[in-house]
């Protein structure tokens, strides 16, 4: 990929003469090679994270094995569970509340409704169920179902954190570095992703990762960043498996980059999928194989990681280990460039 840049490079000067369009598209080219040289990253942004936290999972997860919630029998139907669950909330149950609230959220057994959602889970939150509490404060973090309101989620998760619930450690902790809803404090969310490490909880090990790569209330160390990221790999968070490779990568740990970026993968974890076309295109750790290289920066593409896009978007164009396709090339370029990777 390297000689690519550089030929690209030495055309720019000559270009126009013969072909404007060429000439941009050369340009965007010459862009996108430039940020693809460097390793692919993880997303570290408050938005990113808030769309990967396993909150849904939880919800899942509860819906199958709390007793009150669960079915009971094989065959109950969502619509005679609803009706269950919907007495029991109606008694005032905090947990039968807030299975009504994960009923309407996903449109199971009743209508999807987001706003009786965030009613019934308003209910149950305020009966003291922490997991309740920290689902209402990101609810007011997207205004899904309420207004969009950044203060009055962090006093949800202030409320479920206090009662040392991890979740709302996490997503606290994450207010706090960005500054939403609540001041910057870089030490305090450092102590909150620790604390829902130590209790096992994945995404914090992920964050208190994050805080090492990026110097947050602490020096950068990249070495003590990935071993948080295999923590959190190990617990089960899918994004920390290519977190953990993309560190590996980058200090020239091949072996174990390949590792874990292919059970991230596996996992369908973009920036795994990224490190592995890497690892393919260099012939790091893995035998050089161009054709599998571009299949996965095309999955990676595919799932929405910028870096993904622009290594794609070059394959294309180049024709290295797939067909030139210079339309697509365009396309994936121009994504790449919006999510501000390529330009």
């Not at 450690?169 to 001041?183: E, R």
């Not at 990762?209 to 089960?236: L, S």
């Not at 050089?288 to 164009?317: M, T």
């Not at 396709?325 to 990777?341: V, Y």
Request: glycine share 10%.
């Amino acid at each position: 990929m390297a000689k690519n840049y550089y030929l690209i490079r030495s055309m720019l000067p000559d270009l126009p003469k013969f072909n404007f369009r060429g000439y941009v598209v050369a340009l965007a080219a010459f862009a996108a090679l430039h940020a693809a040289l460097a390793i692919p990253t993880e997303k570290s942004g408050l938005e990113f994270f808030r769309e990967v936290r396993p909150i849904r999972e939880i919800h899942q997860q509860l819906l199958s094995s709390e007793p009150k919630l669960r079915p009971k029998f094989t065959n109950e139907t969502f619509e005679g569970r609803a009706n269950r669950i919907r007495k029991l909330a109606a008694s005032g149950d905090p947990l039968g509340q807030f299975g009504l609230s994960i009923l309407y959220a996903d449109g199971l057994g009743v209508p999807k409704n987001p706003l009786e959602a965030a009613d019934w889970c308003r209910k149950a939150a305020e009966n003291g169920l922490p997991l309740a509490q920290t689902c209402l404060g990101e609810m007011y973090d997207r205004g899904a179902g309420v207004p969009l309101d950044c203060v009055q989620a962090v006093r949800w998760y202030e409320r479920a954190a206090t009662n040392g619930f991890a979740p709302a450690q996490v997503d606290l902790g994450l207010s706090m570095t960005w500054g939403t809803g609540t001041a910057v404090d870089l030490e305090g969310a450092l102590s909150l992703f620790q604390k829902a490490a130590k209790a096992g909880y994945a995404p914090g090990a992920y964050q208190v990762g994050m805080a090492y790569k990026n110097g947050r209330a602490v020096q950068t160390n990249i070495v003590e960043a990935v071993e948080w990221y295999v923590r959190a790999a190990e617990i089960g968070l899918p994004v920390a498996f290519g977190a953990a490779a993309a560190g590996y990568y980058y200090n020239k740990e091949y072996a174990s980059a390949a590792k874990f970026a292919e059970r991230g993968a596996k996992l369908d974890d973009a920036l795994s999928a990224a490190i592995l076309g890497d690892l393919f295109a260099a012939g790091y750790a893995v035998e050089r194989n161009l054709p599998e290289a571009a299949r996965w920066y095309a999955k990676a593409a595919e799932q929405g990681h910028p870096s993904g896009a622009a290594r794609w978007g070059v394959c294309l164009l180049t024709g290295e280990g797939v067909a030139t396709n210079l339309t697509e090339a365009i396309r994936w370029l121009r994504l790449a460039a919006e999510q501000g990777e390529a330009i």
